[in-house]
């Protein structure tokens, strides 16, 4: 199956299944909130103002990092160590053993008995020493050469080391929250692609809002427009935020983002899941690019990102572009 294509897996059906109930509950649901009254809108706790500030932040704002690229290729590229067993320590102790010659009166009086005891406890003891040195050399060498064997891995695109780095090497929490799921892919040789599934407008605050006197809130619903706008900001702000973590700890000159949504279909009028956004991220652009201050839309544009977005209708499926975007 093309990786690029939507996914007709009986999984991903049902998932469909599923979210066409949540969104009619959905709407139920907002209109057993504001009943007739949506234009006045309705009254609840300051808390819940803020808690839904918060998530607003969380959805639009996870783009907001430093850029920190690790050299894994260099690395990747250092020889192995092989550690050798030596017996330095030994041989010398024994030389020193073997060269003893006890005066006259050390023979006289036995101590040279006593002298050729500790000799040969030195001995011993620096069989004890070479050992421990080739113990700890080994150690040493075998936490080298297994950064080495990942970083090795991580150049040829290896997705089960990748799979299992990522949660220690790579700070995706703020994005995951951030979307529905995530996924890695290696279309083809020496490119990486990562696969988001955007939240619809079902999964996204439909409310917006306004802070009143003594501890409260005046809620009303969101409008579409701006609704539009808060999942248009989502889907950028996640995909700029995985390419930066991605490209900062992979071995590649550039990543590659791909974000599908579930979008109406005209013909039938059910949802289908589409791609809506395509984004090429390189070294030179993320080191030099505000990603802590731009507004996601707008530094998606500025990135070159394939998008195809009206504040009236949102999302609208786009064509995928096989050939690397950084080439166009």
Not at 14 to 30: G, H, L, P
Not at 193 to 222: K, S, T, Y
């Amino acid at each position: 199956m093309d990786q690029n294509c939507p996914d007709r897996s009986i999984e991903l059906t049902m998932d469909r299944i599923e979210r066409e109930a949540k969104r009619a509950a959905e709407a139920k649901a907002m209109a057993d909130r504001f009943g007739g009254a949506a234009a006045e809108g309705r009254v609840g706790p300051a808390a819940e103002a803020d808690a839904l500030a918060r998530r607003v932040a969380e959805l639009t704002g996870c783009h907001r990092a430093p850029y920190r690229p690790t050299d894994w290729a260099s690395i990747a590229a250092k020889p192995r160590i092989q550690v050798i067993r030596t017996s330095d320590r030994e041989a010398e102790a024994r030389r020193d053993l073997n060269a003893y010659q006890p005066s006259f009166f050390a023979r006289l009086f036995g101590l040279d008995r006593d002298k050729r005891r500790a000799l040969a406890a030195k001995v011993a003891e620096a069989v004890v020493q070479d050992e421990q040195a080739y113990r700890a050399a080994w150690k040493v060498a075998q936490a080298e050469n297994t950064q080495i064997d990942f970083a090795c891995k991580l150049a040829e695109l290896d997705l089960r080391t990748i799979n299992d780095a990522v949660g220690e090497h790579v700070d995706l929490a703020p994005t995951i929250a951030a979307v529905r799921r995530y996924r890695f892919a290696t279309p083809s040789k020496g490119r990486f692609q990562i696969q988001l599934d955007a939240f619809d407008l079902v999964d996204l605050p439909c409310e917006e809002a306004e802070r009143q006197p003594e501890g409260r809130a005046l809620f009303r619903p969101m409008p579409m427009g701006k609704r539009h706008q808060l999942q248009g900001a989502n889907v950028c702000a996640a995909a700029l935020r995985f390419a930066l973590e991605m490209l900062g700890f992979l071995p590649l000159d550039e990543v590659e983002v791909v974000v599908h949504g579930d979008l109406r279909d005209p013909q039938t009028g059910l949802f289908e899941r589409y791609p809506i956004l395509q984004l090429v991220l390189r070294h030179d652009q993320a080191s030099s690019t505000p990603f802590m201050r731009a507004e996601p839309m707008s530094l998606a544009a500025q990135l070159g990102a394939r998008i195809n977005w009206t504040v009236q209708a949102g999302f609208s499926p786009i064509p995928l572009d096989e050939a690397p975007l950084a080439a166009l």
